[in-house]
């Protein structure tokens, strides 16, 4: 299974450990957390470190979790999240925005460093595209930081 996966990510045999990508869906719908929760779950390479539904909790969840992948609404209550920013996200994170409404109709999209974009309603193979994609430049960033 792991040999399938470092061929279908273009990763030469025996270049890497397996690893586990941590997440977080930022997400006010239960329907839509309930997606993605059923997409992370079904691979392995993904871990659910949590759940927000408001952006007052996303600086504080963010910073404790440290995820490596964002699951991004565009659009969640803002409650009581003073001056914070889609923008202060962390730059290591990597972000997949996965919304009704593309991004390109998005007023602050510019906030948003090389975000990847999933419009909903989201199917199994799109995700697992878009998700090896992801990983892919993860783990070239991670062999270019070591050399």
């Known amino acids: ?13 025996g ?16 329907f839509s957390i309930e997606m993605i929760k059923d997409l992370v779950a079904s691979r ?11 952006m007052e909790q996303l600086a504080k969840v963010v ?4 995820p490596d ?14 001056d914070f920013h889609f923008g202060m996200l962390p730059q290591e994170s990597s972000i997949v925005v996965v919304s009704a409404i593309p991004l390109s109709h998005y007023q602050k999209r510019d906030l948003l460093t090389n975000p990847r974009e999933l419009c ?12 090896d994609d992801v990983i892919r430049e993860r783990l070239g960033q ?3 930081s070591r050399n």
């Open 142 to 144: 991670q062999h270019d």
């Open 63 to 66: 910073q404790s979790l440290k």
């Open 1 to 13: 299974m792991i040999l399938d996966k470092q061929r279908r990510l273009g990763i030469p045999n």
């Open 120 to 131: 909903k309603p989201v199917s199994f193979e799109r995700f697992n595209r878009c998700l």
């Open 15 to 30: 270049s890497i450990h397996y690893r586990v990508f941590g997440c977080l869906i930022v997400e006010n719908e239960p």
């Open 69 to 82: 992948i964002i699951f991004l609404d565009l659009i969640i209550p803002l409650g009581n999240c003073g």
């Open 44 to 54: 392995k390479d993904l871990k659910l470190l949590g759940v927000v539904t408001e």
